[in-house]
């Protein structure tokens, strides 16, 4: 058990640095120094416009992608977030978790909702027969 927990851990660091790279781009929000620079009111307008593009289902996301979105959007509703909200999340793993300090915030904000909603998430898998995520 140990073993897949850590290896677990080791490839969501790989995929988070690989996600970083292929979204840096000059100019834009790229990782947490950029983000600490942007005033509160920028931080909860990009945040949203973070949430609301990584929640919109497109016709053609596969299943397990459109559930999770509906289970982010059920969460997001159930526990009245806000982007203020949303922008405290960023930050604080910014400034707590130095493993993000390189990636951009829209990583950070999947990688964040992915724990706070797990139960919401594993709940839209389990109604139609998929394994719960870990």
Request: a positive charge; charged letters at 15%.
């Amino acid at each position: 058990m140990q073993i897949n927990h850590a290896f677990g851990k080791i490839t969501l660091a790989v995929t988070l640095q690989m996600l970083a790279s292929v979204a840096s781009a000059a100019g834009f929000v790229n990782n947490g120094a950029a983000w600490m620079q942007m005033s509160p009111d920028a931080k909860s307008a990009y945040i949203q416009g973070v949430n609301d593009a990584s929640n919109f289902l497109f016709i053609n996301d596969d299943l397990a992608t459109a559930l999770v979105k509906l289970a982010r959007t059920r969460c997001l509703i159930a526990q009245k977030t806000t982007a203020a909200i949303l922008s405290d999340r960023i930050t604080t793993a910014y400034t707590k978790e130095p493993g993000f300090a390189n990636v951009p915030p829209n990583v950070v904000y999947i990688a964040k909702m992915a724990i706070v909603c797990r139960d919401f998430i594993n709940e839209e898998r389990t109604r139609i027969g998929l394994p719960p995520l870990q």
